[in-house]
């Protein structure tokens, strides 16, 4: 056992079992909203895991220990320390351990502390991607190479509606990372149901999903798999609302000079502002949304192996 893995008894139980078990990450809960809708928030999801079928398994970094699978108390104690957390992807693992840091993990860190616990599955909100303006900048998300070398399926609504989504689905392409559309041929673009491209498969069931991953892993063939899963239509925004929404958030993000891993949590937070609000309603929808969905793919492909 790795000294710095501390699993959860339930969640080791549900692996030692064979037994379906879903990763979650924790920035959502410190950057991503607000006290207490936060909190309400990671319990939502972790309910919700569990009605489908799966043990749910919040990832975060505390004490010197990566923690897979939360109590209830460490849950409400991110969720109350908010943006104090250290928003912690591959690079500020050892620092936030050695240091004995409170680290909320992206869907990075959360890749490869889920591949560590032997948990195949995840779902999140939206991974990250090429950020705009990247040809300058060269601001790419470490997401995108932990899905090239990391045996994880990350389940989510997209690649985050505020970034580059034409060069980070070409990236990912170079990569050989799989991007499929659950139920769909148009790729999701987070708080909105369509974005003008394609996923290169649509499978129509998580069975179907579940067997693809098998053959995937089966063959030594590394790297995870994109899941992108629509939002719900009742909750998803108008395209064009959004598209001028993110314009305006983004033009004061580069007056302002904000850069690296501060960006993502800005911008989500002015698209939120000039929504008014609705853009929070949205996320959490969507999230919960993928939760379901990644709780079915993990009971069908604990079924595979059987």
């Not at 680290?103 to 889920?114: K, N, S």
């Not at 850069?259 to 919960?288: C, Q, Y």
Request: net charge neutral; glycine share 8%; charged share 25%.
């Amino acid at each position: 056992m790795n000294p710095y893995l501390d699993i959860l008894p339930e969640v080791q139980k549900a692996l030692d079992n064979k037994e379906a078990v879903v990763a979650l990450e924790s920035t959502i809960i410190s950057h991503g909203m607000p006290y207490p809708k936060n909190l309400e928030t990671a319990f939502l999801l972790e309910s919700e895991v569990r009605k489908h079928g799966a043990i749910p398994a919040t990832i975060a970094l505390i004490d010197g220990k990566i923690k897979v699978g939360l109590t209830q108390d460490e849950l409400t104690f991110l969720a109350k320390e908010g943006t104090k957390v250290i928003k912690t992807s591959r690079r500020d693992i050892p620092y936030v351990l050695a240091q004995k840091l409170t680290g909320a993990t992206t869907v990075a860190a959360t890749m490869i502390a889920a591949e560590k616990a032997g948990i195949a599955i995840f779902a999140t909100g939206g991974i990250g991607g090429v950020h705009r303006g990247a040809s300058k900048t060269f601001d790419i998300s470490a997401d995108l190479q932990e899905l090239a070398k990391t045996n994880v399926a990350v389940v989510c609504a997209g690649i985050k509606a505020i970034l580059d989504l034409e060069l980070t689905l070409e990236y990912l392409e170079t990569l050989g990372v799989p991007i499929l559309g659950y139920q769909t041929d148009e790729l999701p673009a987070f708080y909105t149901r369509k974005s003008g491209f394609k996923v290169d498969y649509n499978l129509q069931n998580p069975q179907e999903i579940a067997t693809l991953l098998k053959a995937k892993w089966d063959l030594g063939i590394a790297g995870g798999v994109v899941i992108t899963n629509p939002i719900p239509k009742e909750s998803s925004l108008d395209f064009n609302l959004m598209t001028d929404a993110i314009d305006k958030a983004i033009l004061e993000q580069n007056k302002l000079g904000i850069k690296g891993k501060e960006s993502t949590p800005f911008l989500l937070a002015k698209v939120k502002e000039l929504t008014r609000g609705r853009s929070l309603i949205s996320n959490i929808e969507l999230v919960r949304n993928n939760v379901i969905l990644a709780a079915k793919i993990a009971v069908a492909y604990v079924k595979t192996y059987h």
